[in-house]
């Protein structure tokens, strides 16, 4: 099992990450603005399921990496950090779209098709299994036990995380809309701390000891 106090900063950084704008979020942000937070709800329902398909596989695909490749950490911090730059430029790259400027021209989905389009949202969305294979692996140690436990442990840890976060989210979308079209200034700050937060993360990263 990964040590209490590492999980603390996992459970840290995995809060920042899922604070970044993606697929998933502005699926969500679209339909509890268009459909109500309900529609949300079950929307977000089916990223966390297809969180736990990426989990299941990612964490089989880690152990035998590791096992098998001597450098494989190497590789995989390499990957976190190019991720960690890439979502700090996506941040703040020029003509970026605001998350809230959502299409308000949605049809009305039934419940099933809500949870459907959450769950195939978050199952092929490429950036879902980039974080796990890149960024676990930094938190993972073979002295603390076996390597499946920690990915899966890690994996439930920020499922947990990504789901109170988005829970939030979809229950003041509507507000956080009316708030950033009135104080687009707030946007701008947002953006530049998620920025400065990533870069510090990929710095940590870049200068960690291989295990």
């Known amino acids: 099992m990964v ?3 590492e999980l603390i900063g996992f459970m ?5 990450l899922v604070l970044t704008p993606g ?7 679209s339909r ?14 089916g990223i966390v399921f297809g969180f736990l398909f990426h989990i299941v596989l990612v964490s089989f695909g880690i152990t035998a990496l590791l096992f098998a490749v001597p450098f494989a950490y190497l590789i995989l911090k390499i990957l976190g950090v190019a991720y960690l730059l890439y979502l700090a430029f996506q941040a703040i790259k020029p003509n970026g779209k605001n998350m809230f400027e959502v299409n308000d021209k949605l049809t009305i989905d039934k ?3 809500l949870f459907g389009i959450g769950f195939l949202t978050s199952v ?3 950036k879902i299994a980039m974080f796990y294979l ?4 930094q938190f993972i140690k073979p002295e603390h036990g076996s390597i499946m436990t920690q990915s899966l442990q890690l994996g ?3 499922a947990t995380i990504s789901f109170t976060v988005n829970f939030v989210i979809v229950l003041t979308a509507s507000r956080m809309a009316v708030f950033f079209a009135t104080k687009p200034t707030w946007l701008k700050v947002q953006k530049w701390v998620m920025a400065g937060v990533l870069t510090s993360m990929a710095i940590k990263i870049a200068f960690s000891k291989a295990k």
Do not use: D, R, V
């Open 124 to 126: 092929l969305n490429p």
């Open 134 to 137: 890149s960024f676990f692996p």
């Open 156 to 158: 439930i840890t920020q």
């Open 111 to 113: 419940p099933s098709k």
């Open 12 to 16: 840290l950084a995995a809060f920042l």
């Open 23 to 29: 697929p998933n979020m502005l699926y969500l942000i």
């Open 3 to 5: 040590p209490f106090n």
């Open 32 to 45: 509890s603005i268009t459909q109500g937070k309900k529609a949300g709800i079950i929307s977000l329902t």
